[in-house]
T-cell receptor
């Protein structure tokens, strides 16, 4: 199993350009998430999905859109990139951790995005 | 908004020593989790403790939870150089479809050989 994979690993954009980050998981997980990690800020949730065809906003959704057309894929789009979106982006998927509804998350290796 | 706050921000110890890291949070939780992040990598789940539990063990890891003080601690015993990483606590206030983790800013642990 590859687990959670992210494409691309690195990307440099100019302000105003658009791009899509792809996340794929082969663990048949229902839930998927997109985070951004900035120095001194920890991880912040951008958007998440609780199943194929569903998406929901997280803590910092502005400037991003997502789609979950297939269960195994979760796409993060930047329509008009801004320097404030320079960050490391992590995708995660989760499974139930025993009884009680808690979720254990599995993370991808990250995408380092620089917006000039 | 950051729910969990780890303490200290950075910790440097000698190999073989124990490392204790603390996490405080503000609102009630269903469970609290600890994750490790090696440099340049994604996070890896270490251990989960539910709100009705006080202590859990996993190998060299021991986590405690005090819901009255809204705090948790992670103890790594007999540390190794390979334990060098950033450690994050994450709180989950709910379960099921509404389960979402809120991460702290992390603790940087350095274990000197």
């Amino acid at each position: 199993n590859a687990g959670v994979t992210q494409t691309p690993k690195f990307r440099v954009l100019k302000t105003g350009q658009s791009m899509t980050l792809l996340c794929a998981q082969d663990m048949n997980h229902e839930y998927m998430y997109w985070y951004r990690q900035d120095p001194g800020m920890g991880l912040r949730l951008i958007h998440y999905s609780v199943g194929e065809g569903t998406t929901a906003k997280g803590e910092v959704p502005d400037g991003y859109n997502v789609s979950r057309l297939k269960k195994q894929n979760f796409l993060l789009g930047l329509e008009s990139a801004a320097p404030s979106q320079t960050s490391v982006y992590f995708c995660a998927s989760s499974r139930l951790y025993g009884a009680g509804g808690a979720h254990e998350q599995f993370f991808g290796p990250g995408t380092r995005l620089t917006v000039l | 908004s950051q729910q969990g706050e780890e303490d200290p921000q950075a910790l440097s110890i000698q190999e073989g020593e124990n490392a204790t890291m603390n996490c405080s949070y503000k609102t009630s939780i269903n469970n609290l989790q600890w994750y490790r992040q090696n440099s340049g990598r994604g996070l890896v789940h270490l251990i989960l403790i539910r709100s009705n539990e006080r202590e859990k063990h996993s190998g060299r890891l021991r986590v405690t939870l005090d819901t009255s003080k809204k705090s948790s601690s992670l103890l790594i015993t007999a540390s190794r150089a390979a334990d060098t990483a950033s450690y994050f606590c994450a709180t989950d206030p709910e379960t099921g479809a509404n389960s979402k983790l809120t991460f702290g800013k992390g603790i940087t642990l350095s274990v000197r050989p």
